[in-house]
């Protein structure tokens, strides 16, 4: 019995030292990873997008997964954190990439993506943690970083929100990395509203920078930049009135900040400070609205600004539109004090005047040099402010319905209307969707999208010229630097990052002909010969030696070359020759079919000479290195390719979709008479045969019994007691018969 509890006891204690090892190991502060070789030194570039440059290497996102997809640290390849080295970028060796982050890189907003600072890149993932019912909480959001060389993961995130859309930046103040988020209808305090929030990743400290504001905007030109800007209500808290119908303020702050405004509500009924703070704002108030209307003169709250001057204008409700390139642009709604008229009037000042210690709130807009009247009566959304060598605006790009149009301002204003001298039309093929804007040599470019595409189509146009460049466009010259042009049939997944350029190489994400599903980053090089970027005749050429293949494909007689067009379709996009070789043997192997059943050897000829690009197909035979091979111009790789890695599986789901698509099926043996039974007839035929081995059998058992007991019946009965008594008559022969003759016995 003792020998028995000791062994219980010793187990016991295995298991506890076990449990108490693997609780350590799971506790730990990093995830275990071996570091990847490499400088990882460096400047940053282009911080925020799903791709970002540092040094020697740009860092990308393996293409979109879904929040719900195994996030186990480790197992994630697509949606990882992957880099490639700018050399092998440059060389088009994009397969040659490492793992940074086995985790998955996902945000439900794509204003925000990857950003690096100092050794680390930082992210948002999936949240692998579990609730009480042991389900994974994907549909929340962890903020975490990993070190450059793949090593420091932390097990435990900074922050997670159960927002996974919620709009945020990593910014930096002072060496430290700040976590700057907004989060919409939050309850908070009770009341439902959108709140700004500030988390130190050095301290761990979260701050409430103003709670319950009306509408906000980061810095759309610099995603580091760690000021905001937002709207607030006016609320006389003491005697419970709201200004909101007539006026609204505007405030702005930093990541950095700590301190809140101090104000005083000592008066108010009830007030309890740590149950309903009322008002929280760490923000400095730039522009206050504050004006001459009759029902509000003279009753200034202590969230107002101060002013020695007697007010005379009208009050302003402030709507936010962009902040850019250290302007902040609104447009202000003037609450007249004379009459029911009002004027929307868009406006733009300097953040460097609004957070300046001469600037005065309420007055200083009003004053000359300050609040630059830009237009009146125009919409303050789809404008591109474009600024010059001195950072002053110079021009706008105005995004309408029917194209882009270009206004120099006139005395610092839009004019009003297209005059073809100061406003006039860059495009007129629709509503454009601003993707990026670039310099090529000392050309200006926009990139923008159209609607037709799977997603983001990829157009540009240079913006530099005037009137005279763009007129009669394009049809006058379709080759100009001033006409628009398409880039091949690039579509870029929309709702998610924008396309971006790095080294004249278009990153986007695949929503090209037959990659709709699969959603990985992909690049196309619009580099020419001589390392440049292609002019829009170069890509003009581009487009038509990529349209010329399927030109070319259709054009085929199918009475001659039958079943080759989709043949062809298939090699353009798998760049594979043995295949269809190996279908037309399994044709002949399994179903003794001629060879030539579907090609004939004409058809396999022309399929060889499309491979090589010989013969009638010479035209493409110019030829790119990707990956390490030579891809010619009649293969989808020598116009963009896959960035990175797709997933075993992905790859072949790509490559049976490709040749469902354009191939014959493979082939499979005829079924026996069986096998084409339908479940249900099989599944009877089965159990029908299964009983009647039952019955078989059990008629092998049953029937010698019952034959048995049968004979039994007829075999004749003997009377037990009859007794042979051969004591005197010991010479008789009992088993001789009447004669003599002897039968049985021994003898026998």
């Known amino acids: 019995m003792r020998k028995f509890i000791t062994k219980i006891i010793c187990f016991a204690a295995a298991v506890i030292v076990a449990l108490g090892i693997f609780l350590i190991s ?54 990882a954190v992957m880099r490639i080295s700018k050399n092998d970028f440059a060389n088009r060796n994009y397969s040659a990439v490492d793992t940074v982050v086995p985790l998955i890189a996902y945000s439900g907003n794509a204003n ?72 919409t209808k939050e309850k908070l305090y ?32 610099d995603v580091e930049n760690p000021r905001i800007f937002y709207t607030m209500t006016v609320t006389d808290f003491v005697t419970g009135t709201s200004y909101a119908e007539y006026y609204n ?25 740590e149950k309903d703070p009322l008002y929280i704002n760490c923000g400095d108030l730039v522009l206050d609205g504050y004006g001459k209307i009759e029902v509000i003169n003279g009753s200034l709250t202590q969230f107002n600004g101060t002013t020695e001057e007697s007010l005379e204008r009208a009050s302003y409700t402030y709507s936010l539109s962009s902040y850019e390139n250290g302007y902040l642009y609104f447009t202000r709604y003037a609450h007249l004090t004379s009459s029911n008229d009002s004027a929307t009037a868009l406006y733009s000042i300097s953040d460097s005047d609004l957070t300046g210690d001469n600037w005065n709130a309420v007055t200083s807009q009003d004053k000359d040099g300050h609040g630059d009247y830009i237009t009146e009566k125009e919409a303050a959304s789809n404008k ?14 105005i995004l309408a319905s029917d194209g882009i149009q270009k206004a120099g301002l006139v005395e610092g204003k839009i ?69 628009s042009i398409r880039i091949l049939d690039v579509d870029s997944l929309s709702g998610w990052y924008l396309p971006e350029m790095y080294d004249n190489q278009l990153l986007f994400i695949a929503q090209t002909e037959n990659m709709t599903s699969y959603e990985y980053a992909m690049v196309c090089d619009l580099n020419d010969k001589d390392g440049k970027m292609m002019t829009n005749a170069q890509i003009k050429e581009l487009n038509e030696l990529y ?31 043995e295949y269809i070789y190996e279908l037309s043997q399994a044709y002949v192997d399994i179903k003794e079919y001629d060879f030539n059943h579907y090609w004939s050897e004409e058809s396999l000829k022309k399929y060889d000479d499309f491979m090589a690009a010989e013969g009638d197909w010479s035209d493409y035979a110019d030829v790119k290195k990707v990956n390490g091979v030579e891809i010619a111009a009649n293969k989808r790789d020598y116009y963009y390719s896959v960035l990175g890695k797709m997933t075993d599986d992905d790859v072949k789901a790509y490559t049976d979709n490709l040749k469902n698509l354009y ?67 010991k010479n008789i022969d009992v088993y001789a018969d009447e004669n003599g003759v002897t039968h049985g016995g021994d003898n026998e």
């Open 415 to 483: 004019p009003d209307a297209v005059n073809n001298d100061t406003r006039f039309y860059l495009t007129t093929d629709g509503q454009a969707t601003l993707l990026f804007t670039a310099k090529h040599g000392d050309s200006n470019y926009i990139y923008y999208s159209l609607t037709g595409g799977n997603g983001y189509t990829v157009n540009r146009v240079c913006y530099d010229g005037v009137y005279s460049d763009y007129n009669g466009l394009p049809t006058g010259n379709e080759n100009s630097e001033y006409a």
């Open 249 to 273: 303020q505007v405030y702005t702050v930093t990541a950095d900040a700590t301190e809140r405004n101090e104000y005083d509500f000592s008066d108010v009924d009830d007030y309890d400070a």
């Open 190 to 221: 009770g009341t439902e509203c959108t709140n700004i929030y500030s988390y130190n990743t050095e301290t761990g400290e979260k701050t409430l920078l103003a709670y319950n504001v009306g509408s906000y905007l980061f810095d759309c030109s």
């Open 26 to 79: 799971a506790c730990g502060p990093d995830y275990n990873a071996d570091p990847l070789a490499g400088d990882i030194g460096g400047q940053v570039v282009s911080n925020g997008g799903f791709a970002v440059e540092k040094g020697n290497y740009i860092y990308f996102i393996n293409g979109k997964e879904n929040n719900t997809a195994d996030n186990t640290f480790g197992k994630v390849e697509k949606g």
């Open 112 to 183: 925000a993506g990857l950003f690096i600072y100092g050794d680390y890149v930082y992210y948002t993932t999936p949240s692998t943690d579990k609730n009480s019912d042991g389900e994974i909480q994907n549909s929340h959001l962890a903020f975490r970083r990993t070190k450059l060389d793949g090593t420091g993961t932390t097990k435990n995130y900074f922050i997670q929100l159960s927002d996974n859309t919620v709009d945020y930046r990593y910014v930096e103040v002072d060496g430290v990395v700040y976590i700057m988020y907004v989060a």
């Open 663 to 729: 191939l014959q099926a493979y082939p499979e043996k005829d079924a026996s008479w069986f096998e084409s039974l339908s479940t249900g007839a099989k599944a009877g035929f089965i159990i029908g045969v299964v009983l009647g081995g039952l019955i078989v059998i059990s008629a092998a058992v049953v029937t010698p019994i019952l034959v048995k007991r049968h004979k039994k019946k007829k075999m004749p009965l003997y009377k037990k007691g009859i007794k042979v008594d051969t004591t005197d008559d």
């Open 547 to 577: 349209s010329g293949v399927f030109e070319d494909i259709s054009e085929i007689d199918e009475k001659i070359y039958e079943n080759l067009q989709s043949a062809l379709k298939y090699a353009f996009f798998a760049n594979e020759k």
């Open 384 to 397: 591109i402010y474009l600024y010059g060598d001195n950072g002053e605006l110079e021009s706008v790009l």
